[in-house]
């Protein structure tokens, strides 16, 4: 019998979005759960490491969005079709966990002046990432990895709305390759649709 999942996740895109955009490809059976923040305390002591994403596979849970993405993308045939696939997926998806932790460690650094000293050059480094993302996209035809939609290119685009939102600008302009990329993506009608019914947060 085909599994049955449930996302667990806060209600935006970020980390738990590229979730929600392989199980919606997939046409898995899929519940979209969202907590607000009055929530979360309670809900933190129930998840294995106190974050989400968490996905629920017929009453078990699971963590950690990479692995997650990793183990859906097998599911709905988005991995890549050999081990040097799989490899250059990979890389696509650590350098954009790179990438966003540069926004999330200036975004989240509690203390004013050592925000303001990482603001400084933050365009500079989000502008490095940018710059590789968008030659990968152009040696690859259209795509991060081997000129073919994989979970790599989900990865990477499903939380940009949240990030953009982080840092109050749209990144992608001057990256037209990445923009491509984005469109690309979201009109996969599957994706589309969930994206036409998600909830109109901001972020
Ligand atoms: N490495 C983890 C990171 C998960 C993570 O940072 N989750 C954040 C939201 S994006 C969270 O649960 N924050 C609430 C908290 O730590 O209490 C993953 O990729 O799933």
Redesign the pocket.
Known sequence: MAPKYKLHY?DLT??GEPIRFLLSYGKLDWEDIRYDDAQ?PET?KKMPF????VLDIDGKIY????AISRYLAKQVGLSGKDDLENLKIDIAVHLFLDFHTKIGDWAYDPIPNSKAAKEVDLKDKMDFYLKKFEEMVKENKGFLVNGKLTWGDIYFVAPLKYFKALVKRDFLEGYPLLQELVKKVESTPAIASYIAKRPAGDR
């Open positions: 806060f970020a980390l979360w933190k106190g974050q989400m994403p963590a950690q969005s990479i």
